[in-house]
């Protein structure tokens, strides 16, 4: 945080209009700050490249996916988070239903942790993206059914 | 040395910056906006990550996605190439606080070197040049009359808060020198809500002659001799060479000289350009520093053979210099030309679109720094460059005809480009005979 | 200075030689077949005729279309480049009673070094090492094991007829000779009708040094160092490299110096090559002589910064050299491979084929000597080449660094090639150490 | 003919099917010979380049043509002459019939001049190449309409 402080990383204006961004310093609920490499969760200190095949076409804009599912992408490059901490059980799983304003996971990037809001509504079919993993910007997190 | 470096940039700049990494058995992240998704440069990085959509604001100059990106990445080092980043110092402590090391200079001396105020301090205590002028602005006609005096005319009359042109008049005389003041500050107060006015002296149909240096941590400032950029349109570059032609070898040494010198009074380390100008008497003035490498950085690879880039990667890991001043050659002669997707027709007006069929040249002295290829899409986001076509031989005139002949080879269909006003350049006298000015171009064409 | 020159030949070569004219100012007239109609390459020449159909016995290799061509093209000099005529002593002969002057050496000395006798007896009379051996064929098992114990084993029993291996045997000690001089001689008069052997010393596991010659028809001779090309895949060179890595250079230098002497002894003039086995203990051996331009000129190229078509082009125009031996640098280290359409799944059979993708790299100390592109039909009709890269840095290990990501931007696409194996190569530590020898390839894959 | 005698060059053996080559010298007829430059033909010093469009396929075999009208063909590289000799008249005009055996023109190639017959049979509708100008191989010469 002494970072964030330091350069005025709290500001976090972001331009596109489907990015929502929390911030949690100074708010209201308990920060959430997880430790570098804490027990029980896997530290990213050497993530699996990410290899979306070259050449192919920019994702589609959220919503479109092959069938009539809705995908949550990331706004933002980072680490994907599944659960506020560790030791909490993950804000979604398959199974669960999301209204647009349900956070289903956290991206931290530069130790700002940001909580994803789905966006959409419906039931969550498919986790894309493994807990602790990179993600970049516009990556599909969630396959959602409408509903 | 590090074992892994984040390229903080696009295009061919990044693909050079590749190219040095795989030489030197370091791997490399890429960063890339969706505009950029697929382009085959970023084939040839260990890892590549998009950032943000199309707009630069949102990707390649978002200091947060590319620290963000650099961490995931588990990246030792960021190089920011030239553009976007390059010369933020804010960035650069941003990575040095991050424990990420920022291949360029110390951020302070960028800071300082950054603000022209300050650099012309930093160039007056180093005993080099700099354009005289008034110190600080003209507080009446009587002082810029004595200012004028003493500096000799022709001068220069510039708003504080200028840009552009707007506020700027040239006087030959102390006629003109009062009715320019007037015209000036009132222009000036209408553009900028600020009628602030100073005076420099006006060098005549200047040749632009900047300095390539390099310098360690450890205290060894060289110069790579210099780069002559005269050929320019509207202030952008179209043809550097090295050495520069016509310029006698003392002039050459002293302004190398005066380029050391300045580096080292700035507390500068890594690579940078000492830009000034010249007049027809070969006196020099000192404008400014470029705090990064440059896209015509070629040149001076050619013809000292030193790799600019490895070299700032060796310097920001901490690595002494190899060489000394002594033993940097000045061989041959180089000439690079930037080959730019613009139609000349319509004012020079950026051009994307998509190359339907590219015949690159070959051969003996050809270098082509390009990351475009047959069928790759010049979007209108970034700049037009699609390349940079550098020449290397024993002489002036050879690399001249190798120019002439590799631009002749040139096959680019689908976009526009400023090969046919190259074509006319290297083949003008002015510009064969080595006797081209910054105006040179618009003059002529 | 020639005004118009024929280009007589095709593909890289050709367009390597149009390069060379438009850089010097002269005028080319192509010729093609028709199944090089339409060839990027030919766009780049002056005038262009086509001269039969695609088969070579047709076209390239006909001398009467040629010289037709260069009388009605009007040139003055035609350029042969390798393969096809370059070696016909009898076409250099025509070209020349056509008072059009052939870009080569006389045609006397040219066929004096072909016949392989008369090359070996040049070379003993300017003291110039050969393989030892009999002086013609053997008698009877005598005398030959009279030979064998003046030159030592091993020695080589080679029929006389020979060719692609047969009636050739190995020999370590006198009851090999005896049981192999009956056997080969069986064999070869199976083969050849002609049962005539004789011997050689056998040189185990030789070098391929070559030493590039320049020489002026004012009596100046100067070498451009050397090149090793023991890189090769059934007799075809892969890799070809300057200087020769692993060999002192009192021992580069006196190769150097005996292939002056003997192209001195020839009356040889124009470029050539002295082709040299080299034995692991740094024994030399004259081979032969190629009397022409070679495939693997550009390394020597660039390590002295000496253009040889140019030089060839001044030479046959009688100019004199304008450089002498002791200012000829070996500067660096330059590496080119070949990359051929060959596939390397079916014993490197030729792949023809059609280029449906191409990229290629760039950037510094990396040069492409090409004719393709994409979209490039590569016939069944000429040889596999698709082009040359070659690198050039500093030093051997920077030169294979170069190599290697160089070689990993390749992209070609729609015909097999040589790639993959040229990236075995390169990786490979008896390379990198400089330690292989003509035998390397084919004991290692 | 000196250089016809030293290198054996009276000896043409063409190779394609469709080339006929005659030469002159000890033939029953009068040699056709040519000076260099004589008068009332323009020698052709500084012949103009040829310029067969970049990239165009090869010509399709003779005969074939975008109507129905039959092509002669050069069948070496070489100069064109339209007559015997610049004092003759031309062998054939537009309007001449050709039979397959008919000379209609010379192409000269290092001092040998072959003359060229028609191959085909018809009624020579134009005439493609000027009197003295370079030809290629395989260069269209007439255009014959068959019958």
Redesign the interface.
């Known amino acids: 945080m002494e970072?964030m402080e330091?350069?005025g990383?709290t500001e976090?204006t972001l331009?596109?209009s489907d990015e929502k961004w929390s911030l949690r310093r100074g708010s209201l609920e308990p920060p959430v700050i997880y430790q570098q490499g804490p027990a029980g969760m896997p530290a990213?200190?050497?993530?699996a490249?990410?290899a979306?095949p070259?050449?192919?076409?920019?994702p589609a804009e959220a919503p479109a996916a092959a069938d009539d599912s809705l995908q949550i992408r990331s706004p933002?490059?980072?680490?994907f988070y599944i659960s506020p901490t560790p030791e909490d059980p993950p804000f979604v799983t398959v199974g669960s239903t999301v209204k647009a304003d349900t956070i289903v996971c956290i991206v931290?990037?530069?130790k700002?942790f940001n909580q994803i809001p789905a966006e959409v509504s419906g039931t969550v079919v498919e986790v894309l993206v493994a807990n602790g993993d990179?993600v970049?910007?516009?990556?599909p997190l969630f396959r959602v059914k409408p509903g | 040395m590090f074992q892994r470096i984040l390229v903080a940039n696009r295009g061919e700049i990044a693909l050079r910056i590749i190219r040095a990494c795989r030489e030197m058995g370091i791997e490399t992240v890429a960063v890339f906006s969706e505009a950029d998704r697929g382009a085959h440069y970023l084939d040839l990085a260990d890892e590549k990550y998009c950032i943000g959509p199309a707009a630069a604001t949102d990707s390649y100059l978002m200091i947060k996605r590319i620290i963000s990106t650099a961490e995931i990445g588990n990246v030792q080092a960021i190089h920011p190439g030239y553009g976007f980043l390059a010369e933020n110092a804010h960035f650069a402590e941003v990575c040095r606080d991050c424990n990420i090391e920022f291949i360029g200079p110390p951020h302070k001396a960028m800071a300082e070197l950054g603000d022209k105020v300050s650099a012309r301090e930093i160039a007056m205590k180093a005993k080099v040049h700099v354009v005289p002028g008034s110190d600080g602005l003209i507080a009446d006609e009587k002082t810029a009359l004595e200012v004028a005096s003493r500096i000799g005319y022709p001068v220069l009359i510039k708003a504080t808060a200028g840009g552009g042109g707007k506020g700027m008049r040239v006087a030959m005389n102390d006629m003109a020198l009062k009715a320019g003041l007037k015209s000036a500050s009132a222009e000036a107060e209408k553009a900028f809500s600020n009628a602030g006015v100073y005076l420099e002296k006006y060098v005549e149909n200047p040749r632009h002659v900047e300095v390539q240096i390099l310098a360690d941590n450890h205290g060894q400032v060289v110069h790579l001799w210099e780069r002559d950029c005269s050929l320019q349109r509207r202030h952008q570059k179209l043809v550097e060479e090295s050495p520069a032609p016509n310029l006698p070898l003392s002039v050459r040494e002293d302004i190398c000289k005066a380029a050391v010198r300045l580096v080292k009074a700035a507390g500068y380390t890594n690579a940078g350009t000492c830009e000034f100008l010249v007049d027809a008497d070969h006196q020099f003035y000192f404008i400014e520093v470029n705090a990064r490498i440059q896209v015509e950085h070629p040149v001076s690879e050619s013809v000292t053979g030193i790799d600019l880039i490895q070299q700032q990667i060796r310097v920001a890991a901490g690595e002494k210099l190899d060489f000394k001043q002594r033993s940097i050659p000045c061989n041959g002669s180089s000439i690079e030309i930037r080959i730019n997707a613009e139609d000349p027709a319509q004012n020079f007006r950026p051009c994307p679109g998509t190359i339907t069929k590219l015949r690159v040249p070959g051969g003996p002295g050809v270098r082509f720094d390009s990351h475009v290829h047959e069928g790759y899409t010049i979007g209108p986001w970034y700049d037009s460059m699609i390349g940079k076509l550098i020449v290397h031989r024993k002489t002036r005139e050879e690399s001249l005809a190798c120019l002439r002949r590799a631009l002749d080879e040139f096959v680019i269909e689908g976009v526009k480009t400023t090969i046919p006003l190259l074509r006319k350049i290297v083949s003008h006298s002015a510009f064969i005979e080595g006797q081209v000015d910054t105006t040179f171009v618009e003059r002529t064409w």
Chains 1, 4 share one sequence.
């Open positions: 970072l330091k350069h990383l976090v331009r596109g990213p200190a050497a993530p490249p990410l979306p070259a050449g192919s076409p920019p933002t490059v980072g680490t931290e990037a530069m700002v990179p970049e910007f516009n990556q």
